[in-house]
């Protein structure tokens, strides 16, 4: 999705009294984060990251133009995002990142909208995609996996989904909590 940001880290509290900080990284070798380059606030401010060495629960971090604790404490919570364009693609055919799902028109398999995509969610039991009904404010939410959504199409912006009518139409492994997370298919 052209102009997407995707957040790879959140500054945490200081650390020490030089202007470092803690920072927890959200990709998936977390010193990594230190090689996209320029790091974005959701205000606009740029800054680099000088330095990185792991520490007990995250990462200290020294960052560019910050010089003392005062600083430090000032950025606390603020999360740090790039460019979409900047990230590599996903290495898996059923791998996506959460910002190409997001904004995706969902049909069914006969061309029917049912709605799109507006969040993607995982609350421990596997990602859900949240869908914005086509008729009114309402969301529902269905598991992200290839017996729901069997097709994503970036490309050309849908996916399709198999919504049961009744629990009996459901698979056995979706029936309760789904739990299964997108893999095979699609």
């Known amino acids: 999705m052209a102009g997407a940001r995707i957040c790879l880290g959140q500054i945490g509290a200081p650390h020490g009294v030089r202007g470092e900080v803690r920072l927890h990284s959200f990709t998936a070798d977390p010193s990594a984060i230190a090689s996209y380059g320029p790091l974005e606030t959701e205000d606009g401010r740029l800054f680099e990251i000088e330095s990185l060495r792991p520490a007990k629960h995250a990462l200290v971090a020294k960052l560019s133009g910050i010089a003392d604790r005062d600083a430090a404490e000032r950025l606390a919570n603020t999360k ?9 693609e996903p290495a898996d055919a059923d791998e996506f990142y959460h910002a190409d799902l997001i904004g995706l028109r969902a049909v069914d398999y006969a061309g029917r909208d049912c709605g799109t995509v507006v969040a993607v969610h995982n609350f421990g039991a596997g990602d859900l995609i ?3 009904t086509p008729h009114g ?11 729901s959504v069997p097709e994503v199409d970036i490309a050309h912006g849908r996916l399709v989904v198999a919504h049961p009518t009744t629990t009996t139409e459901m698979p056995p492994s979706l029936r309760g909590t789904p739990t299964a997370k997108r893999s095979g298919g699609g």
Do not use: G, K, S, W
């Open 80 to 88: 740090l995002y790039v460019p979409r364009e900047r990230l590599p």
């Open 130 to 132: 949240e869908l914005r």
């Open 137 to 147: 404010a309402q969301t529902e939410l269905l598991p992200f996996d290839a017996v």
